[in-house]
Nanobody, 124 residues
Framework: QVQLVESGGGLVQAGGSLRLSCAAS????????LGWFRQAPGKERESVAAISQSGRLTYYGDSVKGRFTISRDNREEMVYLRMNSLKPEDTAVYYC?????????????????WGQGTQVTVSS
């Protein structure tokens, strides 16, 4: 089992940048595929990005391709989401999640463990 704690959210103007961090504890995160998801008010939770256990493979949602970058540091038990060129429509609660399987999934139900979320608000 792994525990996940996100940080780094906040208020930023459109066009700005933020870096979200997710600290893991418990079982080593090297055993997990890791993902970032987000949920805006009144909307379903959606996949933003995912990264394989080794870090060699990544996935990005269409709305964030070219703007967001996911990375991980297995030694430090951390996963990051660098967000550039932020838009008001990026406003949401962002969640870190871990999947015990080897797949690189964008499906919410495939993830076994979740953090509590961190709010990102982008003003226009």
């Amino acid at each position: 089992q792994v525990q996940l704690v996100e940080s780094g959210g906040g208020l930023v103007q459109a066009g700005g940048s933020l870096r979200l961090s997710c600290a893991a504890s418990g079982r080593t995160i090297g055993s997990y595929t890791l993902g970032w998801f987000r949920q805006a008010p009144g909307k379903e939770r959606e996949s933003v990005a995912a990264i394989s256990q080794s870090g060699r493979l990544t996935y990005y949602g269409d709305s964030v391709k070219g703007r967001f970058t996911i990375s991980r540091d297995n030694r430090e038990e951390m996963v990051y989401l660098r967000m550039n060129s932020l838009k008001p429509e990026d406003t949401a609660v962002y969640y870190c999640a871990a999947d015990e399987s080897y797949r690189l999934s964008s499906t919410v139900d495939d993830y076994d463990y979740w953090g509590q979320g961190t709010q990102v608000t982008v003003s226009s």
